[in-house]
Structures are given as C-alpha cells and as structure tokens.
C-alpha cells in the first residue's frame, strides 16, 4: 500500500467519521429538544396549578380572618362565661 493509497483511505475514514459524528450531534439534539419541550409543558402546568392555588388562598384568606375574629368572640365569651360561674360557685 503506497502513501497516496492510504492518504486516500484515511480521507474516506475521516470523513465517515465526520458524518457519524454529525448524525450523532443531530440525534442528541433531538432528544434534548424534546426533553426541553417536555420540561416547559411541565412548567406551564405547575404555573397555572400555582395560580390556581394562589387564587384559591385568595378566595380563603378572607374567610381564614373572620374565623379568627369569629374564635376571638367565642373565647371572650369562654373567659366571660368562665368568670361567671367562678364568681357564682364562690359566692355558694
């Protein structure tokens, strides 16, 4: 096998390789646009079950506060209650 022979193959050899080497960058590109397509529905679905969810802690908060104003009269009344009946059972 002379130089010019294997020049001509080591050519052929490289170039093969160039070509392998593209459609292997071309399928690993594939896969991760499609990953990255994958990952932004997925991001667009936690996004709005986040604004759903934010919505809905809206739509409680107010009704959390007047609960707790609700539970404020309760204990006041509890403590008035409570303070009755000691001053009743002290006077017995």
């Known amino acids: ?12 050899t490289g170039t093969l390789c160039w070509v392998v ?7 690993i590109s594939t896969k991760q646009d499609a990953f990255l397509r ?4 997925q991001g667009k679905r936690i996004e709005t079950l986040s604004k759903l969810e934010h919505d809905l ?3 409680v908060h107010p009704q959390v506060g007047e609960i707790k104003e609700g539970m404020d009269t309760m204990v006041a ?5 409570a303070e009755n009946n000691s001053r009743v059972s002290k006077h017995k």
Do not use: S
């Not at 994958?38 to 529905?41: E, I, T, V, Y």
């Open 1 to 12: 096998m002379d130089k010019t022979n294997f020049a001509f193959w080591m050519t052929v």
């Open 21 to 27: 080497c593209f459609w292997w960058m071309y399928r």
């Open 38 to 41: 994958q990952l932004h529905a």
């Open 57 to 59: 802690i809206k739509e």
């Open 77 to 81: 009344a509890a403590k008035e209650t």
